[in-house]
């Protein structure tokens, strides 16, 4: 790859590096080229911009047929060509900055050692070695002692001690003067020889195609950048501070460092609460590209889940969006533990209403979350906004829920760690949320379905409550771990509550019925649903007072019955359904009444 600037302010390091070539490096030359590079980088972001938000959507509304769909398709190619020009580009200029700080740094070293010798009339040699007069008095005749030459150890803590101490006072500060010479050279040849080694990489393919191997070696290249510019750029990153004090830390910084933030580490401001939303959107679509780079050719089961997963959010965030339909941010995106994936329909920092569903038991990276999950978000942004257009929902998967293969006859392994683990993430989530949304005091609700309802119980036990949420929506839910709707931290009458007829995790045994619950399992799904009828009158669920009861206190919204447990070929098909507006339009319309804060109008059924 050439362009601007290039490398070339490296040509006075080198093998036969010496302190005066390290004092003449020209630093500002490799900056000066970080940032050609820096314009290259964004002037091809700008073009793939251009491509996405305007070429395309101009072409599909104004042209139809073979030819029209053929132009689609050769401009999405260039627009991944200009994708992968932005990430290449943007990792050289950080590398080329990342240089130049730690040369910087070695040159400081080597010239505080050079003042120090110039103080002391001290002669620093060519190689290194530094002459010093004679000091002192001598014992025995009382006339000075005879100076000499020290020289230089890189590392001088792996040498021996010599035994002899020379008696001239100057020799000791010589010596000092030496070793801090040798070593800034030592540590600028270790700089040079890192640094030339991956700009030797950084380098496309010859012809016009960027294949998924090409995104393979970026997500390389973005690997060992970010492992040599860690002093240069991570140290900044805020992990430990809160999410107000992140914004104010994003909004703080030059063009040029979130630029560089932006190209480096895509993967830690993008997933990273209190960052705007349309930077975190900008940030995870280019580490999706580097994800699906990193799990491409791996055979191994969950590589091969996650990728087909990645490629459909992927294929969904290329789509042009038709006419009235929610446009889709994503917040976070990563392969760790069963995969973390959140994704809104609507720009959450803009909306007055912000809605976060936290799905549950089985949900993990794959093309069933994509296809279901996603689309549950998508069904109730859709449906809030036409009763308030400033409305956005979010599926958040951003812990690892439960993973049951046997299904629910498995559930008692299902216990309460996931769920605390969680709700701490989701509390930051939402902290997040309220601190880059523009409005003083955004309407915001959390929506649990499923494990996911336990998950958001314990987020609302956490630290005072879940930040900025004024309604809770649970839906599926086997137990919340409170007893109480009040307990919840928002008020009872802003505590929404679905649970179908036929939902078999809605009537799932309390952990005292042990006998019955093992009897359960042997029936199946029908089990849990007779352990309900023999004890109507047990109100508690596996996690605790079912969320549906009466002495629970929630305002329970009618929701379709769904199909029977037996005979209908879904026994679990009403767990399911209750944000689909064709198979469950009173549940669905509900949920999308509370998200756009008119819970008051919901349509209530009594307590079990």
């Not at 799904?525 to 629970?552: C, M």
Request: with cysteine.
């Amino acid at each position: 790859m050439s362009g601007p600037g290039g490398a070339g302010g490296l040509s006075a390091l080198g093998a036969t590096l010496t302190w005066a070539k390290l004092r003449e490096v020209k630093c500002a030359e490799l900056e000066e080229a970080a940032d050609g590079w820096g314009r290259a980088s964004n002037r091809a972001d700008a073009a793939r911009d251009r491509i996405d938000t305007q070429l395309v959507d101009d072409l599909r509304r104004t042209q139809k047929g073979e030819a029209a769909r053929a132009a689609v398709r050769r401009l999405r190619r260039l627009s991944m060509n200009f994708q992968y020009i932005y990430t290449e580009c943007g990792l050289l200029r950080t590398t080329l900055n990342s240089l130049a700080h730690e040369v910087k740094a070695q040159q400081r070293l080597l010239q505080g050692a050079l003042d120090d010798a110039a103080a002391l009339k001290f002669t620093v040699h060519p190689d290194g070695s530094v002459t010093y007069p004679a000091a002192g008095e001598g014992l025995v005749d009382g006339k000075p002692l005879a100076g000499g030459r020290a020289s230089g150890v890189p590392n001088p803590g792996l040498a021996g001690p010599s035994g002899l101490v020379a008696p001239n006072p100057n020799a000791a500060k010589a010596q000092d003067i030496a070793d801090r010479v040798a070593q800034a050279v030592r540590a600028a040849a270790d700089v040079d020889w890192r640094y030339a080694k991956i700009l030797r990489a950084l380098k496309a393919e010859g012809g016009l195609s960027v294949p998924a191997a090409t995104w393979t070696d970026a997500a390389g290249d973005a690997a060992a950048v970010r492992q040599a510019a860690s002093g240069y750029l991570k140290q900044g990153i805020p992990y430990d501070a809160s999410p107000a004090e992140r914004k104010a830390w994003w909004a703080g910084l030059t063009d040029e460092q979130r630029e560089e933030y932006l190209a480096v580490y895509p993967d830690r401001i993008g997933n990273l609460d209190g960052i705007p939303a349309l930077v975190r959107d900008a940030a995870n679509r280019d580490n999706l590209q580097l994800l699906m780079g990193k799990l491409e050719g791996r055979d191994d089961e969950d590589s091969v889940t996650k990728l087909a997963a990645l490629r459909e959010i992927d294929r969904q965030l290329r789509a042009v969006r038709e006419p009235g339909e929610p446009p889709m941010y994503l917040l976070g995106i990563g392969d760790q533990g069963n995969g973390r994936a959140i994704v809104s329909y609507g720009n959450p920092d803009t909306s007055r209403n912000v809605a976060a569903y936290v799905p549950g038991l089985n949900t993990s990276l794959d093309e069933e979350f994509v296809s279901g999950d996603l689309k549950r978000a998508r069904d109730t942004a859709s449906a809030a906004r036409e009763i308030d257009h400033s409305t956005a929902a979010i599926t958040w998967l951003g812990y690892d829920a439960p993973q049951i293969p046997d299904g629910l006859s498995s559930l008692a392994v299902a216990g309460t760690e996931r769920a605390e683990t969680g709700g701490r993430a989701f509390r930051e989530f939402m902290s997040g949320m309220v601190a880059s949304n523009d409005h003083d005091d955004p309407h915001m609700t959390a929506i649990g379905h499923s494990y996911g309802s336990r998950t958001v119980g314990s987020a609302t036990q956490q630290g005072g409550g879940i930040p900025g949420v004024d309604d809770i929506v649970l839906v599926g839910s086997p137990g919340l771990g409170v007893d109480r709707a009040e307990d919840l931290g928002v008020g009872k009458d802003h505590v929404f509550v679905g649970a179908a007829d036929n939902d078999v995790v809605t009537h799932l045994p309390s952990k005292g019925q042990a006998v019955l619950a093992a009897a359960g399992r042997v029936l199946g799904p029908a089990g849990y649903l007779a352990v309900d009828v023999v004890h109507p009158g047990d109100d508690d669920l596996w996690f605790g007072k079912d969320p549906a009861s009466e002495d629970f206190g929630a305002r329970r919204f009618t929701a379709d019955p769904g199909p029977p447990l037996i005979g209908s070929g879904r026994p679990f098909g009403a767990h399911s359904q209750y944000f689909d507006p064709k198979l469950d339009s009173v549940s669905a319309d509900s949920i999308a009444m509370v998200v756009a804060g008119r819970g008051y109008q919901v349509k209530q059924e009594s307590g079990r």
